[in-house]
């Protein structure tokens, strides 16, 4: 009755998933003409998930699945199982791709939470592996942000996320400030990325004249533009490029 029942159960998903395949591949079609992907369900998909999410996902019960190996990948978390957590997480991520809250937590968990616990990973007494380990999460995390953006590209907020990875972990501060400058040209970006985006760049060698010209637009725009980061940048390139003490911002002069 119980192999009945399983079988009646695995007919009606294939049928239902049957009649969902040419809407699907109308749905696919225009994402691909848009330049979005969708979820690739192959052969090392299912090898991840085994066969029953597989064949749920195929149904179309993608995000049913994707949200419970979610959950899944957040008791990994909570018992600080890092490799499981990501295999979970890539997972997900490959069910669906046009989450962008998948992408950013995926990569918050690798490249801040995962690399902590390898940089501070006492059972490995060498600190030189520790900071290997840490920079592989890093890698990990910013893997996932640049495969969210593939599958994303009008997402202002997987942009943002990329210039903070590569200025709080990477320390590359022109990679930092493209993908500021990125989501800053992208709709819905935060007010704020445009002015990050000129701070790294007043932090990358050779361009200090260019970001001394942004930096001094930026500042005589509006007074709501003079922030304590703004000024302090501003300050040091006028040091570096020897700018005329006449020709200083006023506000900038010591007493």
């Known amino acids: 009755m119980r192999i009945r029942t399983a079988l009646i159960t695995l007919a009606c998903l294939l049928a239902f998933g049957a009649g969902r395949i040419p809407i699907e591949n109308h749905l696919a079609a225009r994402h691909g003409a848009a330049g979005l992907n969708t979820a690739q369900l192959d052969l090392s998909l299912r090898q991840r998930i085994g066969q029953m999410s597989f064949l749920a996902a195929l149904s179309g019960f993608r995000a049913v699945v994707a949200d419970l190996l979610w959950i899944e990948a957040h008791s990994a978390w909570e018992r600080t199982e890092w490799g499981r957590m990501k295999l979970l997480l890539d997972t997900v991520t490959a069910l ?55 599958n994303n590209p009008s997402s202002a907020l997987l942009h943002e996320r990329l210039g903070l990875l590569y200025q709080d972990k990477f320390r590359d501060p022109a990679r930092a400030a ?12 935060s007010q704020y990325v445009h002015r990050f985006a000129l ?23 509006s007074k709501q533009e003079h922030l304590p980061t703004l000024l302090r940048r501003l300050q040091d390139l006028e040091k570096k490029l020897s700018v005329p003490p006449d020709q200083r911002l006023p506000i900038l002069e010591s007493p």
């Open 178 to 189: 493209e993908a500021f400058q990125r989501s800053a040209q992208l709709p819905g970006a």
């Open 96 to 150: 669906q791709p046009r989450a962008i809250l998948f992408w950013d937590n995926a990569a918050w968990h690798m490249a801040w939470n995962a690399s902590v616990a390898a940089r501070e990973d006492r059972s490995q007494p060498r600190e030189a592996l520790r900071i290997r380990n840490q920079r592989e999460y890093f890698k990990a995390g910013e893997d996932f942000l640049l495969r969210g953006i593939q």
């Open 199 to 221: 701070y790294q760049l007043a932090l990358v060698p050779g361009r200090e004249a260019e970001a001394y010209a942004c930096l001094k637009a930026l500042y005589q725009k």
